[in-house]
Nanobody
């Protein structure tokens, strides 16, 4: 059974930085799409960033391009989301997700993901 465990959330002032981690277990993740999504209060869950587990390709939502970086450590089975220049609108619960059977084309699509972590809260104060 695939398990995803996020950590690293917290409270930060606008302009600050946080690094989220997602520890994955339960299977081999070669060729898997790993994604980060977020959900603000009263809003739908939205795509933030994705990486092919090989690490060769990544994609980002327009709202975070140039500020967020997704990366992976194959040896540790861990995916990271480095978040810089945080804004109040980045506030929300951040979820890690794994899509084990879709192609890269679908890596930005929430419904393509099969497994989800429990989420970690990120709060950016103005």
């Amino acid at each position: 059974q695939v398990q995803l465990v996020e950590s690293g959330g917290g409270l930060v002032q606008a302009g600050g930085s946080l690094r989220l981690s997602c520890a994955a277990s339960g299977r081999t993740f070669s060729g898997v799409n790993m994604g980060w999504f977020r959900q603000a209060p009263g809003k739908e869950r939205e795509f933030v960033a994705a990486i092919r587990w090989s690490g060769a390709i990544t994609r980002y939502a327009d709202s975070v391009k140039g500020r967020f970086t997704i990366s992976g450590d194959n040896a540790k089975n861990t995916v990271y989301l480095e978040m810089n220049n945080l804004k109040p609108e980045d506030t929300g619960v951040y979820y890690c997700a794994a899509d084990i059977d879709s192609g890269w084309y679908y890596s930005g699509r929430l419904t393509s993901y099969d497994y989800w972590g429990q989420g970690t809260q990120v709060t950016v104060s103005s």
